[in-house]
């Protein structure tokens, strides 16, 4: 069974920086790539970055892009957000989520984390 833990999310004022982990366990963490998806209340899940099995590969989208990395270290099981320059609209549900492909919809991961909070205030 796999199980991803998220942690590091909170609250932060705008312009701010935070980074997001998640520990993986239960599979062969570098035979999989992650992903990050954000869902905000009222509003569905959104795509937020992904990252291939070796870490070579990296996607975001415009929303994000320039301001939030994925990266991964496959000798601790663990993928990380690292958000900067943080918005009001960033606020939201961060879940890492694991899969066979970076793939930027949803339902193509297989497993879930429980999700962290991250709030952008002043």
């Known amino acids: 069974q796999v199980q991803l833990v998220e942690s590091g999310g909170g609250l932060v004022q705008p312009g701010g920086s935070l980074r997001l982990s998640c520990a993986a366990s239960?599979?062969?963490?570098?035979?999989?790539?992650m992903g990050w998806f954000r869902q905000a209340p009222g509003k569905e899940r959104e795509f937020v970055a992904a990252?291939?099995?070796?870490?070579?590969?990296?996607y975001y989208p415009d929303s994000v892009k320039g301001r939030f990395t994925i990266s991964r270290d496959n000798a601790k099981n663990t993928v990380y957000l690292q958000m900067n320059s943080l918005k009001s609209e960033d606020t939201a549900v961060y879940y890492c989520?694991?899969?066979?492909?970076?793939?930027?919809?949803?339902?193509?991961?297989?497993?879930w984390g429980q999700g962290t909070q991250v709030t952008v205030s002043s």
């Open positions: 989520a694991l899969g066979p492909a970076p793939r930027t919809v949803d339902i193509l991961y297989e497993y």
């Open positions: 990252i291939s099995r070796s870490g070579s590969n990296t």
């Open positions: 239960g599979r062969t963490f570098s035979g999989y790539a």
